[in-house]
């Protein structure tokens, strides 16, 4: 079955810096990737996803990067502010036919001021 | 917005003992999932449910596990006889097509904690 690996565990930045997190996957087949920010309390929330055949995705200060080929891809947060500090999980779906997300172990980000 | 919810926020029993975790899906969603999370550990998939049919599980969803949509809002887990390894934070999600890409809405999750 599918394994994503997920580095780093921890992620300390500095207000306005960047911070990139990075997964790994097992399965050839997985074609649909999304990301999950989960805080304090919360259950894990969708900020971005990307499909199989797509390369590259941005949406504002946030972009996700696809390597098919290697099985990885990567979380790019640009101008990071305190509020995004929060466990990010990355996830890796299989052609199942279901649903069936497969995380990683979490990366916690912290940005200080 | 719509949010997924789950009562009890937290859980505490006694090993043996019956434990539902209960969760209200997104009122139009038609897929339902579980997940868990032992502390320190990657968030794990436990079921699927849709048309009132379990579509598919995992190695963890046992005969110790069962899920039921009692009526057109619930949706419960059942943990008949509670093991210490049980203990975990577990969440509810839902998804209003399940097709590739579906967005799957998290709830806030229960931590559980078997003594």
């Known amino acids: 079955g599918e394994n994503v690996e997920q580095h780093p565990s921890t992620l300390s930045v500095q207000e306005g810096d960047s911070a990139v997190i990075k997964c790994t996957y097992s399965?050839?087949?997985?074609?649909?990737f999304p990301w999950y920010k989960q805080e304090l309390g919360k259950g894990p929330q969708l900020i971005i996803d990307i499909r199989s055949n797509v390369g590259e995705k941005k949406d504002q200060r946030i972009a996700v990067t696809l390597n098919k080929t290697a099985k990885h891809f990567s979380l790019h947060i640009t101008e990071t502010q305190p509020e995004d500090s929060a466990v990010y999980f990355c996830?890796?779906?299989?052609?199942?036919?279901?649903?069936?997300?497969?995380f990683g172990t979490g990366t916690r980000l912290l940005v200080s001021p | 917005e719509p949010e997924v919810t789950q009562t009890p926020s937290h859980q505490v029993t006694q090993m043996g003992q019956e434990v539902i975790l209960r969760c209200v899906p997104i009122s139009n969603h038609l897929y339902f999932y579980w997940y868990r999370q032992i502390l320190g550990q990657k968030v794990e998939f436990l079921v699927s449910f849709y048309n009132n049919e379990i579509s598919e599980k995992s190695e963890i969803f046992d005969d110790q596990f069962s899920v039921e949509r009692p009526d057109g809002s619930n949706f419960t887990l059942k943990i008949r006889s509670t093991k210490l390894e049980d203990s975990a934070m577990y969440f509810c999600?839902?998804?209003?097509?399940?097709?590739?890409?579906?967005?799957?809405?998290f709830g806030p999750g229960t931590r559980l904690l078997v003594l």
């Open positions: 996830a890796a779906i299989a052609n199942t036919g279901f649903q069936k997300l497969v």
């Open positions: 999600a839902s998804g209003d097509s399940g097709e590739i890409g579906e967005t799957q809405y």
């Open positions: 399965d050839s087949a997985s074609n649909y």
